[in-house]
């Protein structure tokens, strides 16, 4: 796979490093106790991890049903079960530095690993909740990492209501929780913008999806 990217100016360390996340995260609190946790540049030199993951590690385009024709989703995709070895050590680093932070509020750990690649500006997410499995009826986390080209990541209380906005690129993390994926929803939008390529890695609990 072949996708031009942009070094990030402020992002220049060679070495892909973890920076601690203890007295850093942000906590916003939302409404019917739904949060987010926001940390920009959590990871340094995430450049290097971007390289890996434009390869070849078995991204697979999507299509779905739409009215009366099938689609392609705007966006490759790659999943990562329990198990399965991340394609970046460092990835596997950031999942153990979460598990460690976040068990005491979570009570378990971070087991998968799902991976969105948005090559440009048209390709996209709409509007949605991760609702399968446990995060349909009860509170529960995804941690996302964003490496690439910043895209926002926009967030709306699902009842309706205005929404959020949160800039995501170059080893920025987001962790929505509490009842945030019943009681919010959230989207990457296209944009007209000359955007580079992006990757999301989000870490999830068992039986969420």
């Known amino acids: 796979m072949q996708l031009a990217q942009q070094p990030s100016m402020w992002d220049v360390a060679d070495e892909a490093t973890l920076t601690p996340l203890a007295g850093r995260v942000e906590r916003h609190h939302l409404s019917a106790g739904a949060w987010v946790d926001h940390l ?13 993951l434009l390869g070849d590690i078995g991204w697979r385009e999507d299509r ?13 995709l790659r999943w990562y079960g329990a198990g399965e070895t991340l394609p970046h050590p460092l990835l596997t680093e950031a999942r153990a530095e979460l ?3 976040y068990r005491p509020e979570l009570g378990e750990p971070f087991v998968s690993a799902g991976m969105c690649l948005y090559r440009g500006g048209r390709d996209s997410v709409a509007w ?3 609702r399968i499995g446990r995060g349909r009826s009860g509170d529960t986390m995804v941690a ?8 926002p990541l926009l967030l709306r209380p699902a009842s309706g209501g205005s929404s959020l906005r949160f800039p995501l690129g170059h080893g920025d993390l987001v962790v929505m929780g509490g009842s945030c ?7 990457i939008p296209k944009t007209t913008k000359p955007v580079g390529p992006r990757v999301s890695v989000q870490f999830r609990p068992r039986g969420v999806a």
Do not use: K, N
């Open 181 to 187: 994926q019943r009681t919010w929803e959230h989207c």
């Open 99 to 101: 598990d460690e932070y």
């Open 144 to 151: 996302i990492v964003s490496f690439g080209s910043p895209r």
């Open 128 to 130: 949605h909740g991760d």
């Open 40 to 52: 920009p540049g959590w990871i340094t030199g995430s450049g290097e991890v971007l390289e890996v």
């Open 64 to 76: 779905r049903q739409m009215y009366e024709r099938e689609v392609a989703v705007p966006r490759l």
